[in-house]
């Protein structure tokens, strides 16, 4: 059986815009069979839309922000890592380790966009990259996610990385699972690259907005006790 997920999508519990049943309303006008709701290091949004009859499938998760980049973390209902909320940068090793003992998924997102690790990434390997964000301003940049995606070896996905409703599902991950949809067939087959990606880019507009927002974003933090903050994107 093959689903269309959309797994990343950012609602106003963290950085989005929009109510919930805005999202889900969308998400069944592009024909998606579920979606993953990846606020930063917080749950609320996903809990509000699992509250709801959507006929959706609405897979737990969150976004977090690494010393080797940002990784979506798919399907810890009740978890978050240690110094969640904190703004801190994460050890990037340390949380594929935690999500792999607590089940989850990991996937490296938007990692075109930053200073490539690929020696982290090699050796502390992710579930997939997400190779299609829709939000990318150029095409290259989808190009240089499949080739992180090779080089590791794992599977290559896409996510809307919407911060508005109305860009939900313009980007997506088509999967092919085995059995009944599930939140464990789902990750079975991801981890079994028994996945890829659908969709386009967001409109140029969006992609401008959002470009100079995640510019801004790099140029401002804070030092606090010596360590480096960056804030969320």
Request: hydrophobic letters at 40%.
């Amino acid at each position: 059986m093959r689903l269309k997920i959309d797994l990343h999508v950012h609602t106003s519990y963290s950085d989005g815009s929009g109510t919930i049943k805005d999202i889900l309303r969308v998400a069944k006008s592009r024909g998606l069979d579920g979606l993953a709701i990846t606020d930063h290091e917080v749950l609320n949004g996903y809990f509000e839309a699992k509250s709801y009859d959507s006929g959706l499938i609405i897979l737990p998760g969150y976004e977090v922000s690494t010393d080797a980049g940002h990784v979506l973390i798919i399907g810890l209902e009740g978890e978050l890592p240690p110094n969640a909320g904190s703004r801190q940068l994460m050890p990037y090793d340390e949380i594929i380790d935690w999500v792999r003992l607590h089940d989850g998924l990991t996937i490296l997102a938007h990692p075109a966009i930053e200073v490539l690790k690929l020696d982290r990434w090699m050796r502390h390997k992710p579930d997939a990259v997400e190779v299609l964000n829709s939000l990318y301003p150029l095409h290259y940049l989808v190009k240089r996610g499949l080739s992180v995606s090779l080089k590791l070896g794992v599977a290559g996905v896409g996510g809307s990385d919407a911060h508005n409703p109305l860009n939900v599902g313009n980007a997506y991950t088509i999967l092919d699972i085995e059995g009944e949809p599930s939140e464990r067939s789902i990750k079975e087959a991801v981890r079994k690259n028994r996945a890829t990606y659908g969709g386009s880019l967001a409109p140029l507009s969006t992609r401008l907005r959002m470009g100079f927002d995640y510019i801004l974003s790099k140029a401002v933090h804070r030092i606090d006790g010596g360590e480096r903050y960056e804030t969320w994107v």
